[in-house]
């Protein structure tokens, strides 16, 4: 069986006149129906620009984007504008970090859910009405009727944020696109949210890419993690297994810099220094001015995938390869 | 009283005052009302009670740590104990002196108190390089140029960056962790008593989120400094902290010693966001969320206790009623009618005959 989303080396660079930035170096996963997969990173690694490219939602005039980009049957990088239409809301379907910005000010919360599903679908207004009401009340907004009526600027953050969910979902698409959608809400709020897309997930069997610099929200909510680092992934693998013996040294920098409870007292390990500037791509490893552990051979090439155990894969020459220790 | 001389060299932290047992800053009875106009004659049509009858102390040399989400008024806090919005009412004493009108000058006052924000970039000067950003309060107060230069390079090198590296940048040139770091520079460069940190790595990815706390740490042993540290992380709260406030809408909800509060919250609101944080683990995931909804508006709190509109216990006493802080254990106060001897809620505690 066809996995709903299979990438393979996807590059994206965004090209100006002045400059080229290199925001995706070659990434390849897969996702199965049903499955939450979360991309960890810190800001300029590349992990929106990757989920966008899933929608082909970067700017057509600055981006040039090549690989294989497939997502539930539909080829993302050839494809024309005018059938990307028709897959964007009903195939594929995305929630933002801002929910005041990814709404539309000037409409009522019931109009943008009525319009999105009868751009997709032959339905009456009362029908589409009806629709959107069971949408909001699938979202856990209450009083629903009354908040159909409402502009944006009169909900609260987390109603905001349930609202632009229901948007997203009203065509049932197959693949959920989240970019730190509960980055901007508080504490109590975002485990509600949080809560609240991983049923929805599972009532609909979305499968489902959440793109978070939050470990805690990617262990509340991922199957799978990828960590990415400098446009590439780093390393992938089953959630519990990632963050209890993460293998890249940047996957376990991160989770040691990470404060957490039980932490208190001790002094935060630290990643040295800063990412690198991806107006040229690294010719060998991109952590390696950043590594401890760094030898001359991290600088020679790009460090090939490696999986020291089935479902598992990091990019660094330190990992065994199961498949080259095996043969020796 | 202070007297700042033109001869001062170099700035030194000001003397103690009262001693160690006098709390480095006392607020009492702090608020601060926003009214709400509209229309064309700006008529008056409610207010904004951001901040509502606060008092607590500062010790002197503790980090007191105050969390709570967003329009529970904690920013308000920081701008009102740094004189930058003036209080509708209540006082400010530092050290034993109130502050303003009589007391300590604001000069005098903000010498002792500096602050550094969420924003890195918009709380720098554009046009200012890095050096001159950091040596320009210590100018104001009397210190050579070329002493005060000399004294921001050394604060650079204590931030962890290099002073001719630097040193002549301007902030756009920047990173986010770097810009952050030129604050806390400049905060420090007048010598200061008391820190307000405001969001100070929120802003910042982990791994710099990692190295700027790591050097705050060494910052307050090093220059002997108190802080009052303002976060919505309550991990990066219980992380730095020795005592902690939270706050509800505008009122104090608990306070006491970071352990106790993050080991047995006497305060509804204080133990469900301990448990809306994401649980780093994910073999034991939050199956239910805390809380239903989110915080109510300022502008027309709940009547009686401000957080019973979502309180798993609230009965109908926590209406009539605003709690007010009572001892829930040594050291920790919580505003909630269960803490209460006698209150009338069916879980208070019985009061001794």
């Known amino acids: 069986m066809e996995p709903l989303v299979h990438v393979r080396d996807l590059k994206v660079r965004f090209v100006s006149r002045d400059s080229t930035v290199h925001a995706v170096n070659g990434v390849d996963f897969d996702l199965a129906p049903r499955e939450t997969l979360c991309i960890l990173g810190e800001s300029g690694s590349g992990k929106s620009v990757t989920l966008r490219s899933l929608m082909r939602l970067n700017p057509p005039r600055l981006t040039k984007m090549t690989g294989t980009v497939r997502v539930g049957g539909h080829d993302l990088v050839t494809t024309s504008e005018r059938s990307l239409a028709d897959i964007r809301g009903s195939v594929v379907s995305m929630i933002f970090q801002e929910p005041m910005t990814a709404l539309d000010p000037v409409f009522t919360i019931g109009m943008q859910i009525r319009e999105t599903i009868r751009r997709h679908e032959t339905i009456s207004r009362e029908d589409a009405e009806r629709r959107a009401l069971e949408l909001l009340e699938l979202v856990q907004i209450p009083s629903a009727k009354r908040r159909l009526a409402a502009y944006p600027h009169e909900l609260s953050g987390g109603l905001r944020q349930r609202a632009m969910i229901a948007i997203a979902l009203s065509c049932r698409p197959k693949l959920l696109l989240a970019d730190e959608p509960t980055t901007a809400l508080d504490a109590t709020v975002q485990i509600q949210i949080l809560l609240l897309l991983r049923k929805l997930q599972q009532d609909m069997g979305m499968g489902v890419i959440f793109v978070t610099h939050d470990l805690g929200v990617a262990a509340e909510i991922a199957d799978r993690v990828a960590v990415m680092y400098a446009g590439r992934f780093i390393e992938e693998g089953p959630v519990s297994a990632l963050m209890r013996d993460p293998l890249h040294p940047y996957a376990q920098g991160l989770l040691g810099a990470t404060v957490h409870g039980g932490v208190r007292g001790k002094r935060l390990t630290t990643i040295p220094g800063a990412p690198p500037n991806l107006a040229q791509v690294p010719t060998g490893c991109a952590f390696a001015p950043r590594c401890a552990y760094v030898e001359p051979a991290c600088l020679a090439a790009v460090p090939a995938a490696r999986s020291p155990i089935p479902g598992r894969a990091a990019r660094c020459i330190r990992v065994p390869d199961h498949a080259v220790s095996t043969a020796a | ?353």
């Open chain 2, 1 to 353: 009283m202070i007297v700042l001389t033109q001869t001062t060299e170099i700035l030194r932290q000001l003397p103690d005052v009262g001693g160690p047992a006098q709390p480095l800053l006392t607020i009492r009875g702090l608020t601060k009302h926003f009214p709400l106009r509209s229309g064309l004659l700006g008529r008056s049509t409610g207010v904004v009670q951001a901040v509502d009858d606060i008092s607590f102390d500062v010790r002197k040399g503790e980090t007191l740590g105050l969390v709570g989400e967003s329009g529970c008024g904690k920013s308000t806090t920081s701008r009102l104990i740094m004189a930058l919005l003036e209080p509708t009412s209540g006082e400010v004493i530092f050290d034993g002196q109130a502050v303003g009108y009589g007391g300590l000058t604001l000069k005098e006052y903000r010498r002792q108190v500096q602050m550094v924000f969420q924003d890195s970039y918009s709380s720098l000067n554009p046009r200012l390089t890095v050096r001159d950003s950091i040596a320009f309060a210590p100018g104001v107060h009397g210190v050579a140029r070329r002493s005060a230069v000399t004294r921001a390079d050394e604060l650079l090198e204590a931030v962890g960056l290099d002073p001719a590296q630097f040193g002549p940048r301007y902030p756009h040139e920047l990173s986010g962790g770097q810009r952050q770091r030129i604050n806390i520079a400049r905060a420090l460069a007048l010598q200061p008593r008391l820190l307000i940190l405001d969001e100070p790595v929120s802003a910042l990815d982990k791994s710099v989120e990692a190295q700027v706390l790591n050097l705050l740490l060494d910052l307050k042993d090093q220059f002997g400094l108190t802080y009052l540290f303002i976060s919505h992380d309550l991990n990066v709260v219980q992380y730095v902290s020795d005592r902690v406030l939270v706050m509800y809408l505008g009122r104090v909800a608990e306070i006491g010693p970071v352990d106790t509060i993050y080991n047995g919250a006497a305060h509804p609101y204080t133990a469900a966001l301990l448990d809306s944080r994401p649980s780093m683990d994910p073999d034991r995931r939050r199956l239910e969320p805390p809380l239903q909804g989110d915080p109510p508006n300022p502008v027309n709190p709940p009547s009686g206790c401000r957080f019973r509109t979502r309180c798993l216990h609230a009965e109908a006493v926590c209406a009539d009623k605003a709690p007010p802080l009572a001892p829930a254990g040594p050291e920790h106060l919580a505003a909630c009618l269960m803490v209460l001897p006698g209150s009338g809620h069916s879980q208070a505690p019985k009061l001794a005959a």
